[in-house]
């Protein structure tokens, strides 16, 4: 009879634990709706870019502008998953359909070094981006901060390159070999940009690409600039830097070849049109899908739609451009604390563990940077970013004379960012769960805000006093 009633209090005491673990690391918990503003993790956020930003020289008379670029191949061994489809299974590739790439662009103005960095990829993870930060440091006076990452956001690309389980349901199984040879190539085509740095002049604008862009996701705006620069340097030689928000997703989870998607197509026509190299910066993709013209394929969509961005570079392009030749440069990036996890599953006011990020592989910092090329302003965040955000952050960097790039996958990943009045959309038309505000939102209820506060904060550490432009002009 004792022996029995140790092992029911044995039985007890175990569920009890089991339980208290259970509520301790997956919940439910409240949910918070408190604001960031004055929380201690976001001051240090802000005097961090202080800290970041003082090691600019930002002048009034920028000298001579410096460019650079270089390309790496990506493509993966044979089987390597690929990222971004969770219906795939983590199956392994079948082939090549087309080459996959990172490339690296430089700008200098004789005291400040920056590097834009476009790869064909769902996504830069922090992994790999830590070990690119490491090697390129070893190389170069380059810093951190200098570095600012972003991705296609193609789904067809390199997978199995980070550990834990979210990335297992995103990027396949892990390869511990695949962050090696993402880091050797990233490291490649950086040191290629910044050897290679010249006398050179740049010029930019933006296509209105409305008609290839829809919003997915709710009847409202898009982003639908197409952002186009180029950059000649003295021998002749020109670089096209790209950017659009719409997701690369033509291709299903029926595809199981590795592709550049759409933004594949288009950097190779304007290569093949130009002579030039031709670089594609992905944008601001959150709630933001593609609108192809018809094709008999899910590949001839693609074509048909990176061709058609191509045209709209090529005709903006062919025109007698008014070049310049200096410019400022600047960069600030920065490693944030992001608020407490907020994932919510089943109902707006209960949300899991703040704890489950450990249980996941979830971080509680993600990477923010900007560089300023002249009156280009790049900025990019850690996660699909909405191009709702993106068309009112543009809209308000305008006012100021600023020409605004707005990108996501900065070398971290925090879920989907969309704008803060559709928080509490928690579930979609159907009743199941939204995608992008429910199962993609991991964050609180303020991250337009928050991420809107940062983006102006680095913005404007980036600019002259008002006082010192003053005594420019």
């Not at 960031?36 to 502008?65: C, S």
């Not at 990172?102 to 993870?125: E, R």
């Not at 592989?361 to 191009?387: C, E, H, I, Q």
């Amino acid at each position: 009879m004792r022996l029995l009633k140790k092992i029911l209090l044995g039985v007890v005491v175990l569920l009890l634990l089991l339980a208290s673990a259970f509520l301790l690391f997956i919940g439910p918990w409240p949910t918070y709706s408190s604001s960031f503003e004055n929380a201690a993790y976001f001051q240090r956020n802000l005097a961090q870019i202080d800290t970041v930003a003082a090691k600019n020289d930002i002048t009034g008379e920028p000298g001579q502008l410096l460019c650079g670029w270089g390309v790496a191949n990506l493509n993966p061994p044979a089987g390597v998953p690929l990222a971004g489809l969770s219906a795939r299974r983590g199956e392994p590739s079948t082939g090549i359909h087309d080459d996959v790439f990172v490339k690296a662009v430089a700008f200098s103005d004789g005291k400040d070094t920056a590097v834009l960095i476009g790869s064909d990829m769902l996504l830069v993870p922090t992994n790999v981006a830590d070990m690119v930060r490491e090697a390129v440091a070893k190389e170069t006076s380059l810093t951190a901060k200098d570095l600012f990452f972003t991705a296609s956001h193609t789904h067809d690309s390199v997978g199995g390159m980070a550990p834990g389980l979210v990335a297992a349901i995103s990027f396949g199984p892990y390869d511990p070999q695949v962050p090696g040879i993402l880091t050797a190539a990233f490291t490649r085509a950086i040191l290629e940009a910044v050897r290679s740095l010249a006398p050179a002049k740049f010029v930019h604008g933006a296509a209105d690409a409305t008609q290839y862009i829809r919003n997915r996701t709710r009847d409202a705006g898009v982003d639908p600039l197409l952002n186009w620069m180029v950059i000649e340097k003295e021998s002749g030689e020109r670089c096209i830097i790209t950017r659009f928000s719409a997701h690369p997703t033509i291709l299903d989870s029926d595809n199981m070849q590795i592709s550049a998607e759409f933004p594949g197509y288009l950097q190779r026509k304007i290569e093949e049109e130009t002579g030039t190299t031709a670089v594609y910066l992905g944008g601001a993709v959150g709630s933001m899908s593609p609108r192809a013209p018809e094709a008999s394929s899910d590949y001839g969509k693609c074509e048909a739609l990176g061709h058609a961005l191509a045209q709209l570079v090529l005709e903006a392009t062919r025109e007698e451009l008014d070049f310049s030749d200096r410019a400022d440069v600047a960069s600030v990036g920065v490693s944030l604390e992001l608020p407490p996890l907020q994932v919510r599953l089943f109902s707006p006011n209960w949300r899991l563990s703040p704890l489950f990020r450990y249980l996941v592989g979830l971080s509680n910092r993600g990477w923010m940077g900007a560089v300023k090329v002249g009156d280009a302003l790049f900025v990019n965040t850690p996660g699909d970013f909405s191009g709702e955000i993106a068309a009112d952050w543009q809209n308000w960097a305008s006012r100021k004379g600023i020409s605004l790039w707005v990108s996501g996958f900065s070398g971290d990943y925090a879920g989907y960012i969309s704008p803060d009045r559709y928080y509490g959309d928690l579930f979609d038309k159907k009743g199941g769960l939204a995608y992008e505000t429910g199962q993609m939102s991991w964050l609180g209820p303020h991250m337009e805000a928050f991420f809107t506060t940062l983006m102006e904060k680095m913005v404007g550490t980036m600019q002259l006093p008002v006082q010192a432009q003053a005594a420019a002009f």
